[in-house]
């Protein structure tokens, strides 16, 4: 006589921390530190070691490759929606001595859209820039606004033929302003050392100004100081 299989248990899916020595609460810190703060990786260790906490700064970085972009994604679903207007420009990044261009987008409530590291600044470029944000924005844009570059009337009357194509002097201004909160923060890094590092690190400020500037539903009953760490807390029980 066969015996009816016993049910499986319900078992909570695996934290993204678990393996990990130190506890999430700390992993959480030094990533958001490193975004927020003009520091390096020896700055957080620093900073780490002051409260009795010993991590060395490969540490710091591997957390900073693993961690970074898991915030943002859990977050997605709290992100509010993008207006209809975009802006869109670049600007540059050193990676490993090398000029990268760094493609961003806002809209006119200041909420940056996408960001993408690029070798090259061509309509391959532009293309694979403008085909990423639809993925996980629903708004299709009604305006975009960029510089001069000949290889944007194409790409864009080819992927958004409906968005007014708007090219005139200082009216992409906004962005081009945007520009310097990921200057400032890029400059103490001394340069990164490869494409993904800058991707990833671009990224993960990118979400962070955005939360900061309160463009997702998290931690709203804090205030606008208090945020980034209630909703970078809030975000590690998701992950």
Known sequence: MKHAARPRLWSPPR???????????????AVRWYLRHGLSYRDVEELL??????????????????FTVLPAD?????????????????????????????????????QVIDVLVSTRRDAAA??????????????????????AAPVYPAVLE???????????????????ADHGQLKRRLRPMRGLQTDRTAQVVIAGHTFLQNLRRGHYDLAVDTTPVERAAAAFTELAQAI
Do not use: C
């Open 15 to 29: 934290s993204a921390f678990a393996g990990f020595r130190f506890p999430a609460e700390v992993i959480v810190v």
């Open 49 to 66: 070691a002051e409260r009795g906490i010993e991590v060395d700064h490969v540490t710091v970085y591997r957390w900073m490759q693993r």
């Open 74 to 110: 859990a977050a997605r679903s709290a992100r509010h929606t993008p207006g209809d207007r975009r802006f869109v420009d670049q600007t540059y990044v050193k990676v490993n001595g090398v000029w990268r261009y760094a493609y961003r987008a806002i809209n006119q409530y200041r």
């Open 126 to 147: 532009a293309r694979r820039f403008f085909t990423r944000a639809p993925r996980t924005l629903t708004v299709i844009p009604s305006e975009v606004v960029t510089d």
């Open 158 to 176: 080819e992927l958004i033929p409906s968005a007014w194509h708007h090219v005139e002097q200082y009216a992409n201004n906004p962005i081009e």
